[in-house]
């Protein structure tokens, strides 16, 4: 809990002792984004490739020193980022990116997962094909409301115990990684985190609802409904395969830790709060304005998450087997990751006159549009296999960085990049945060989970040809 706190305060500290100077305009100090090689993306792809192969071919090194590890990487683009263009555009740059994106993203993440571990689904039902299919439905609109970590990691164990007397049940877990953990979380900012970067970056809240929902229907629709095909015959073919003893039987099923319900609708209280909310305040920290609501914004949601902790039994914390870990190592890896995109996004900021511009010209076409299929694929693509949040950013930069252009004018193109940035997140294990988890969690419990390659198997049958369809229909 006071972790996500202590390392941004750690961050800013740190920095701004290394790169002390006056309180300037951020314009001052902007980074020549024109004028820098792609060496200085090193970093962040470095650490990307880093978070992408650490858990699967060095996992023991990884898992007691990824923090190190990231912070190798992070002083890999700050101190020549220093040398290069002097302390004070170093420092500005980095602040800019700690307080007003990094810090608002971590207690956001921190509180969803903080007030939703406090809510315990307790009881068992059977999992029939159409008991799955709802659990699924109501875990993927969950997901907009608590964040896919939230409603996977209240949803996984029950899911996981209404299958655990069935031969064939990794299929279930497969498809709730596909639609919970990752299709669900696209209405809303609070869905997933490159949603909640964008609303950072000035998207309004309900843009992404009214934007992505047709999209989301149909995708979300067509991989519920090619789940329960498969589970009806798979059910049907378990039918005269030996029977296995349920090891938690069939009770009512309740609902504990109800008084987290209005801390969650406190959290998005307080989202809309700022969006609505403009009183004209600012602070100055290091050039870098930090706005009132914003900062009211954050306490609200912080109070919330302590106030979970006071009102939440723990023992229905330790039935979900609830924990810091989690949430901490995101923490750790996003400070990284949102200091070692600054030059990327410097970079990104000078389009065509910037080194980066073979890939302008990829997602650009001959007319000098934005070609929207482009972007939902590309997007989509590194999603899979870099983390969905700062590849949003990358690719929203890429398409001009202008929220209000962007919400306009390219809503098509901003669309793209929402969906293929949430969606396709679910192709592999490492696309976004809670794939791994579930996987882990259903390993423990049992259940024969698909390796790397064999969920990619499954994603590329399944995804793929759904995702096609969609983007020709909605993008092309």
């Given at each position: 809990?006071?972790?996500?706190?202590?390392?941004?305060?750690?961050?800013?500290?740190?920095?701004a002792?290394?790169?002390?100077g006056?309180?300037l305009?951020?314009?001052a100090?902007?980074?020549?984004g024109?004028?820098?090689?792609?060496?200085?993306?090193?970093?962040?792809?470095?650490?990307?490739?880093?978070?992408?192969?650490?858990?699967?071919?060095?996992?023991?090194?990884?898992?007691?020193?990824?923090?190190?590890?990231?912070?190798?990487?992070?002083?890999?683009?700050?101190?020549?980022?220093?040398?290069?263009?002097?302390?004070?555009?170093?420092?500005?740059?980095?602040?800019?990116?700690?307080?007003?994106?990094?810090?608002?993203?971590?207690?956001?993440?921190?509180?969803?997962f903080?007030?939703?571990?406090?809510?315990?689904?307790?009881?068992?039902?059977?999992?029939?094909?159409?008991?799955?299919?709802?659990?699924?439905?109501?875990?993927?609109?969950?997901?907009?409301?608590?964040?896919?970590t939230?409603?996977?990691?209240?949803?996984?164990?029950?899911?996981?115990?209404?299958?655990?007397?069935?031969?064939?049940?990794?299929?279930?877990?497969?498809?709730?990684?596909?639609?919970?953990?990752?299709?669900?979380?696209?209405?809303?900012?609070?869905?997933?985190?490159?949603?909640?970067?964008?609303?950072l970056?000035?998207v309004?809240f309900?843009?992404?609802?009214?934007?992505?929902?047709?999209?989301?229907?149909?995708?979300?629709?067509?991989?519920?409904?090619?789940?329960l095909?498969?589970?009806?015959?798979l059910?049907?073919?378990?039918?005269?395969?030996?029977?296995?003893k349920?090891p938690t039987?069939?009770?009512?099923?309740?609902?504990?830790?109800?008084?987290?319900?209005?801390?969650?609708?406190?959290?998005?209280?307080?989202?809309?709060?700022?969006?609505?909310w403009k009183?004209?305040?600012?602070?100055?920290?290091?050039?870098?304005?930090?706005?009132l609501?914003?900062?009211?914004?954050?306490?609200?949601?912080?109070?919330?998450?302590?106030?979970?902790?006071?009102?939440?039994?723990?023992?229905?914390?330790?039935?979900?087997?609830f924990?810091?870990?989690?949430?901490?190592?995101?923490?750790?890896?996003?400070?990284?990751?949102?200091?070692?995109?600054?030059?990327?996004?410097?970079?990104?900021?000078?389009?065509?006159?910037?080194?980066?511009?073979?890939?302008?010209?990829?997602?650009?076409?001959?007319?000098?549009?934005?070609n929207?299929?482009?972007?939902?694929?590309?997007?989509?693509?590194?999603?899979?296999?870099?983390?969905?949040?700062?590849?949003?950013?990358?690719?929203?930069?890429?398409?001009?960085?202008?929220?209000?252009?962007?919400?306009?004018?390219?809503?098509?193109?901003?669309?793209?990049?929402?969906?293929?940035?949430v969606?396709?997140?679910?192709?592999?294990?490492?696309?976004?945060?809670?794939?791994?988890?579930?996987?882990?969690?259903?390993?423990?419990?049992?259940?024969?989970?698909?390796?790397?390659?064999?969920?990619?198997?499954?994603?590329?049958?399944?995804?793929?040809?759904?995702?096609?369809?969609?983007?020709?229909?909605?993008?092309?």
């Open positions: 809990m006071r972790f996500a706190a202590a390392l941004t305060a750690g961050a800013v500290v740190a920095v002792t290394l790169f002390p006056t309180v305009a951020a314009e100090h902007e980074l020549p024109e004028t820098m090689s792609l060496w200085w993306a090193l970093p962040f792809a470095g650490l990307l490739l880093s978070i992408a192969t650490g858990p699967l071919l060095f996992h023991l090194v990884w898992e007691h020193h990824y923090g190190k590890i990231t912070l190798f990487w992070a002083a890999l683009a700050v101190v020549p980022l220093a040398l290069a263009f002097g302390m004070a555009s170093a420092a500005e740059a980095v602040l800019h990116a700690l307080l007003t994106e990094y810090m608002s993203f971590i207690i956001l993440l921190f509180a969803l903080t007030i939703s571990g406090g809510i315990l689904v307790a009881g068992n039902i059977h999992g029939t094909p159409l008991v799955n299919a709802g659990l699924l439905l109501i875990g993927a609109m969950l997901a907009s409301v608590i964040g896919t939230g409603a996977s990691m209240i949803l996984i164990r029950p899911i996981l115990r209404a299958n655990d007397n069935r031969p064939f049940n990794a299929h279930v877990v497969i498809f709730f990684i596909f639609l919970v953990s990752n299709i669900g979380g696209s209405l809303t900012p609070l869905g997933d985190p490159p949603l909640f970067v964008g609303f970056r000035g309004d309900f843009w992404t609802t009214t934007n992505l929902y047709q999209v989301t229907l149909f995708v979300g629709g067509l991989v519920l409904a090619v789940f095909a498969m589970d009806i015959i059910h049907h073919r378990e039918a005269g395969a030996p029977k296995i349920d039987p069939d009770t009512k099923v309740r609902i504990r830790g109800l008084a987290n319900f209005p801390l969650l609708a406190g959290v998005i209280g307080a989202i809309l709060l700022s969006a609505t009183p004209g305040v600012a602070f100055s920290v290091q050039g870098v304005s930090l706005e609501q914003n900062l009211v914004r954050d306490a609200i949601i912080l109070a919330l998450a302590f106030l979970s902790l006071g009102v939440s039994s723990k023992s229905h914390r330790q039935a979900n087997n924990h810091w870990e989690p949430i901490s190592e995101v923490a750790k890896l996003f400070a990284g990751i949102f200091i070692c995109i600054v030059p990327v996004i410097a970079i990104l900021r000078a389009g065509p006159d910037g080194a980066l511009a073979p890939l302008v010209s990829l997602v650009t076409s001959p007319t000098g549009e934005p929207d299929l482009a972007y939902f694929w590309m997007t989509g693509a590194l999603s899979s296999f870099l983390d969905n949040a700062p590849t949003y950013l990358v690719f929203f930069e890429l398409a001009g960085g202008d929220p209000q252009h962007l919400m306009t004018t390219f809503a098509s193109t901003l669309a793209a990049i929402s969906a293929g940035a969606f396709m997140g679910a192709n592999t294990y490492i696309g976004n945060a809670p794939n791994f988890m579930v996987y882990a969690i259903a390993r423990h419990r049992g259940v024969k989970m698909p390796g790397f390659f064999g969920y990619m198997a499954w994603s590329g049958a399944v995804l793929i040809p759904i995702f096609l369809i969609a983007g020709f229909l909605f993008f092309g």
